[in-house]
């Protein structure tokens, strides 16, 4: 791509999500050198904010997939994992030492669904760098209160993401992301600046034919998609049960 | 290390926060090649909710070093970089769209913010594959209000994590995590059988003397140090500021 270049780097650029799995499960010994890599992800101060649960049992990931808008590739693949911003192990070790520990702030959520999202990424690269597939799963946060009773969350703990493993049983091309100067600013944000290239990027979507309305068979590009989805007011597709669950689980949120 | 392994994966395991720098600037076009990488990172519902705000101006860096707690690592690192959560771009195209964003609730933070995390996780591997150390910088929410001034970053952006990038100029060691078992929990959260792992996790942060008491020079293990982190009332160490500031910036956390 450039002269700085690296296999890891040619990898990243190689990503697309996987939603179609082979039956195949995932060799014993796997995930869990999956799982101890990724932890050497950077975490906070240390403290390892995060928890993985895996779920492969057949049922439980079927009710899971329809906690997630009936996402059948949650069915159809052998390992799901949900990672979990996860301040209860902390408040364990708080008991033991006789501390109090603080959760009243949404800062206590951030950094715990940060660390829970770096391991995730690290994971995610892992798996790939086996041969493994992958896909995020954003809607685990569709459902927060069944989810949590499925996999007995305890308090101070929530679903950040979940992600699909296994083995490709599809090879969809990647997509193709913003142009690099709308994502990445000098000095200072660069508002004005993006908007030309807002332009080029939508106009290389739609040359790729990549969205098609489904009656018309009318081709359209990433703003007019974005902003529709920006703009859902269904309460399940913004997730208004969020915040109330996070309080439940003993996020402050102040 | 098992049968289930990858340079990548190697890579990982080999990672350690670099807090100290040599002067030499990254090589021109590094920094785009390490993003661009990065930004192939899964995207929730491909919106590519992020941006990064890159600071190489010695006085900017100067003076976000002091609103992060005064860590010297920002001033001496040659490029810092701030991932932070974007709905400003998506409010844009929905401007010219005419859609109304909806961004009243708790989730459009975590949202953009797992987003602008995964972005970073990348952006720190790839970086690290090409010879650099890094080093997250959680306190950029220390003072959010005035680094938002410093960087100009505009309504509906929030200032998610720091990344200091150069040539390391030490070599320190890796510190181990938590062991697998305390992290990874088979099909529901496994809270009591934690406590074990935790024990033999603290014994061996003992044997290495990875933490001592300043002043009596007694050696203590990560339970004790985890536990009165996680205890600190101080209102700058809790950042009291992040809810307030980011309902300012627009972002309604219902």
């Known amino acids: 791509m450039t002269e700085f270049d690296s296999s890891l780097m040619e990898q990243m650029r190689r990503h697309r999500s996987i939603r179609e799995f082979k039956p195949d499960p995932l060799p014993e010994g796997?995930?869990?050198?999956?799982?101890?890599?990724?932890?050497?992800?950077?975490?906070?101060?240390?403290?390892?904010?995060?928890?993985?649960?895996v779920v492969e049992e057949v049922d439980k990931k079927a009710r899971l997939a329809e906690?997630?808008?009936n996402q059948?590739?949650?069915?159809?693949?052998?390992?799901?994992?949900v990672f979990c911003a996860d301040l209860h192990r902390l408040k364990r070790v708080c008991d033991r030492e006789g501390t109090l520990i603080q959760t009243g702030y949404v800062e206590s959520l951030l950094v715990a669904a940060i660390d829970a999202a770096l391991l995730a990424q690290n994971a995610a690269l892992a798996a790939e760098?086996?041969?493994?597939?992958m896909v995020y799963i954003g809607a685990i946060r569709n459902e927060p209160a069944q989810v949590i009773a499925e996999l007995g969350l305890p308090n101070l703990t929530f679903p950040i993401v979940g992600m699909c493993l296994g083995y490709p049983a599809v090879d969809p091309p990647s997509k193709p992301r913003l142009p690099l100067?709308?994502?990445?600013?000098?000095?200072?944000?660069?508002?004005?600046?993006m908007d030309a290239h807002l332009d080029a990027y939508d106009a290389k979507i739609v040359t790729m034919e990549m969205f098609r309305h489904?009656?018309?068979?009318?081709?359209?590009?990433?703003?007019?998609?974005?902003?529709?989805?920006?703009?859902?007011?269904?309460?399940?597709?913004?997730?208004?049960?969020?915040?109330?669950?996070l309080r439940e689980q003993g996020f402050g949120l102040k």
Do not use: N
């Open 129 to 133: 760098s086996l041969g493994l597939g």
């Open 181 to 193: 100067p709308a994502v990445l600013h000098r000095e200072r944000y660069q508002a004005k600046a």
């Open 72 to 81: 059948d590739q949650i069915r159809q693949c052998p390992t799901f994992l």
């Open 214 to 245: 489904m009656e018309t068979g009318e081709v359209y590009g990433w703003m007019a998609r974005a902003a529709r989805q920006a703009a859902y007011t269904d309460p399940k597709r913004l997730r208004v049960d969020v915040g109330r669950v």
């Open 67 to 69: 906690l997630c808008g």
């Open 30 to 53: 796997m995930l869990e050198a999956i799982v101890s890599s990724a932890q050497m992800a950077s975490t906070s101060s240390y403290l390892q904010y995060y928890s993985v649960v």
